[in-house]
């Protein structure tokens, strides 16, 4: 059984930085795609990184570039999310995503994603 745990959220001011880790259990970590997504109150879910972890391969969501980096664990089986420089538009419900194989050119469709934790809230307050 897959699991995926999020932890790490919180409320910073604009400006401030937080780390999301993702802990994964029933996955075969070492040959996947792991992304983390967000959705904020009245909006639908976007896709902000994802890694594919064979390889190591990157993608952001152009809102977040520059800001935001992905990044994986194997020994911990663990992707985390560094996030810094956040503005008030980043507030939202954080979640890690997991699927088998590479994540592909639509990594940022949600429903290509079988498997999802439950959620962190990020609050930054201008």
């Known amino acids: 059984q897959v699991q995926l745990v999020e932890s790490g959220g919180g409320s910073v001011e604009t400006g401030g930085s937080l780390r999301l880790s993702c802990a994964t259990s029933?996955?075969?970590?070492?040959?996947?795609?792991l992304a983390w997504f967000r959705q904020a109150p009245g909006k639908e879910r976007e896709g902000v990184a994802r890694?594919?972890?064979?390889?190591?391969?990157?993608a952001y969501a152009d809102s977040v570039k520059g800001r935001f980096t992905i990044s994986q664990d194997n020994a911990r089986n663990t992707v985390y999310l560094q996030m810094n420089s956040l503005k008030p538009e980043d507030t939202a419900q954080y979640y890690c995503?997991?699927?088998?194989?590479?994540?592909?050119?639509?990594?940022?469709?949600?429903?290509?994603?079988?498997?999802w934790g439950q959620g962190t809230q990020v609050t930054v307050s201008s």
């Open positions: 029933g996955f075969t970590f070492s040959s996947g795609c």
């Open positions: 890694l594919n972890t064979v390889g190591g391969s990157i």
């Open positions: 995503a997991a699927k088998v194989g590479q994540c592909g050119t639509y990594w940022s469709a949600p429903h290509i994603f079988p498997y």
